[in-house]
């Protein structure tokens, strides 16, 4: 059966885990079946992916993550915060933009990413947890309960991710994405609390950071479901990259997002 995965469609994935071998079986000489003897095989390519190396990958960037945000958070003074936090923005999208449309995803690419992104996560914790004493714990709680609670989901198969599932989450994410957009322009442009979305004063603010965070959970079933696959089909060592970049894009999301709406329920020091 084909797979859902883009990454896996049109490959030999699941047919030949390695290199190029040969489709008929070889005597104990080396020799076909009609005696022959058989052109040497190339050496394989790379071994087929596992869940160890999943994991491994996936500690591995969150923990670049975590130390850089907590490098920033220690070490960036009040008056750089927003310089800092400028160029930490463009070089996160910049990276983000080459591993998702290059296909590109290495271990120093993602670490690189992580680290980047970690500056940017670790500023605006620090500026939440200035504001709000307390809800950064609360935030990374949160998500690690998240964390659990989906994959517990999705091992039980309470939710399925079939296409239909998969398209939905994606345009749900766009969706997210363009109406904070809008909201940043018409902040800019002259309305005090843009079209309301993350404004603590509005109730659709509520509403939108709780869809935010189920859209982000979502996107953790499709991680979950893409490294199943990869897994199954004996995919490369090197799709657990992916697998690691996809994980903590969605879990980040997730946090920032549960900071947001915490912070709408706790008082200012």
């Excluded at 995965?5 to 040969?22: E, K």
């Excluded at 189920?214 to 991680?223: I, Y």
């Excluded at 090197?238 to 999301?253: E, H, N, R």
């Amino acid at each position: 059966m084909e797979s859902r995965n883009p990454a896996f469609r049109g490959s030999n994935v699941g047919r030949q885990s390695a290199g190029w071998g040969p489709s008929e079986p070889l005597n104990q000489y080396g020799q076909d079946a009609y005696g022959q003897p058989h052109p040497q095989q190339a050496p394989p390519v790379s071994r087929p992916m596992t869940m160890d190396d999943v994991v491994v990958r996936g500690f591995a960037t969150l923990g670049t993550l975590i130390v850089t945000a907590a490098l920033a958070w220690v070490l960036v003074p009040a008056s750089l915060t927003l310089p800092v936090l400028a160029v930490a923005v463009i070089a996160q999208l910049g990276i983000w933009a080459f591993i998702t449309f290059g296909q590109k995803a290495n271990a120093p690419l993602v670490l690189t990413f992580a680290a980047v992104y970690g500056v940017l996560v670790g500023l605006v914790s620090s500026a939440y947890n200035d504001l709000y004493n307390g809800v950064v714990f609360q935030a990374v709680i949160g998500t690690a309960l998240a964390f659990g609670a989906t994959l517990a989901v999705y091992a039980l198969r309470i939710v399925r991710v079939t296409p239909k599932f998969t398209k939905f989450v994606i345009a749900a994410g766009f969706g997210l994405v363009g109406l904070m957009l809008v909201n940043l322009l018409f902040s800019v442009f002259g309305a005090d609390n843009g079209i309301g979305i993350r404004d603590a004063s509005n109730p659709l603010a509520y509403v939108f950071s709780v869809v935010a965070i189920l859209v982000g959970c979502f996107f953790l079933l499709l991680d979950f479901d893409a490294i199943e696959q990869g897994v199954n089909q004996r995919a490369p060592e090197k799709f657990a990259w992916y697998c690691a970049f996809g994980l903590v894009l969605s879990l980040v999301w997730i946090y920032l997002e549960l900071l947001r709406l915490l912070s709408y329920f706790t008082g200012r020091d």
